[in-house]
């Protein structure tokens, strides 16, 4: 008798048992709490976050592309060959004729007055200038602008610089806009030969406008006076400090 009362209590302990386990079972997972079928919110373009760049991210992209370029990173346009090269690749495209050319000075200038910079490269056969190339950039490209060391003479911090056809035939310019095959230039003043009669007629012009030798005279001592773009040596650290 006690042992049928003994398993009858059994029974019941298991009965409360599997009662309060069927209790604390976890919630099964409905289709509405499956991540592989709950639909998929698309963000608004109101919601996210969108870039736009600030006038410090727009001032800098100038300063990166022309470093980029002196790095042998990215290439430039070059407005006389009508091509994209690589500055090195640049240096080297005639050698068969010329020899590889080096950059051994550089400066930085707004020479046409847009409020954004030029670089300006000093180009060497040996140990000598030959020419120069002027770095402009506009809408994130950068564009060569080619000039034969006579053309480019004595730059000035304002902008202007002379240039020599020949002894005689002598001025002073300044960049007014940089197109993008050529430049636009203003020539302040000059002297022109003319070689048509039995004697050379030397005409002098200021402002575009006739005047005599001597105040032509006067004109290219004040040009001398101004003071002279500072050039640096051509290395990493400098395209890293002066660039800007």
């Given at each position: 008798?006690?042992?049928?009362?003994?398993?009858l209590?059994?029974?019941?302990?298991?009965?409360?048992?599997l009662?309060a386990?069927?209790?604390?079972?976890?919630?099964?997972i409905?289709?509405?709490?499956?991540?592989?079928?709950?639909?998929?919110?698309?963000?608004?373009?109101n919601?996210a976050?969108?870039?736009?760049?600030?006038?410090?991210?727009?001032?800098?992209?100038?300063?990166?592309?022309?470093?980029?370029?002196?790095?042998?990173d990215?290439?430039?346009?070059?407005?006389?060959?009508?091509l994209?090269f690589f500055?090195?690749d640049?240096?080297s495209?005639n050698?068969?004729?010329?020899?590889?050319?080096?950059?051994?000075h550089?400066?930085?200038?707004?020479?046409?007055?847009?409020?954004?910079?030029e670089?300006?490269?000093e180009?060497s056969?040996?140990?000598?200038p030959d020419?120069?190339?002027i770095?402009?950039?506009?809408n994130?490209?950068?564009?060569g602008?080619?000039?034969v060391?006579?053309?480019f003479?004595?730059?000035?911090e304002?902008?202007t610089y002379?240039?020599?056809?020949?002894?005689?035939d002598?001025?002073?310019e300044?960049i007014?806009?940089f197109?993008?095959?050529?430049?636009?230039?203003?020539?302040?003043?000059?002297?022109?030969?003319?070689?048509?009669?039995?004697?050379?007629v030397i005409?002098?012009?200021?402002?575009?406008?006739?005047?005599?030798?001597e105040?032509?005279?006067a004109?290219?001592?004040?040009?001398?006076?101004?003071?002279d773009l500072?050039w640096y040596?051509?290395?990493?650290?400098n395209?890293?400090?002066?660039?800007?």
């Open positions: 008798m006690k042992s049928k009362v003994y398993i209590f059994l029974i019941l302990v298991l009965v409360f048992s009662s386990c069927s209790t604390n079972k976890p919630n099964s409905t289709n509405n709490d499956n991540p592989s079928s709950s639909p998929i919110t698309n963000t608004s373009t919601d976050t969108i870039h736009t760049p600030s006038p410090e991210d727009e001032n800098s992209l100038p300063t990166n592309a022309y470093k980029a370029v002196l790095q042998n990215i290439a430039f346009i070059s407005t006389e060959d009508n994209e500055l090195n640049f240096l495209r050698s068969e004729y010329e020899g590889i050319y080096k950059v051994t550089f400066t930085v200038i707004d020479m046409d007055g847009d409020q954004i910079s670089v300006i490269l180009l056969l040996g140990d000598y020419q120069y190339e770095l402009h950039y506009s994130g490209k950068v564009y602008y080619n000039y060391y006579r053309g003479e004595m730059p000035k304002d902008g002379s240039y020599a056809n020949s002894a005689s002598v001025g002073t300044k007014l806009n197109n993008s095959d050529a430049v636009e230039i203003e020539t302040l003043g000059y002297a022109q030969s003319d070689y048509s009669g039995e004697n050379i005409s002098y012009f200021v402002n575009n406008a006739s005047v005599a030798k105040d032509f005279d004109f290219i001592d004040q040009q001398n006076k101004k003071k500072q040596a051509f290395s990493a650290e395209i890293e400090e002066k660039v800007f």
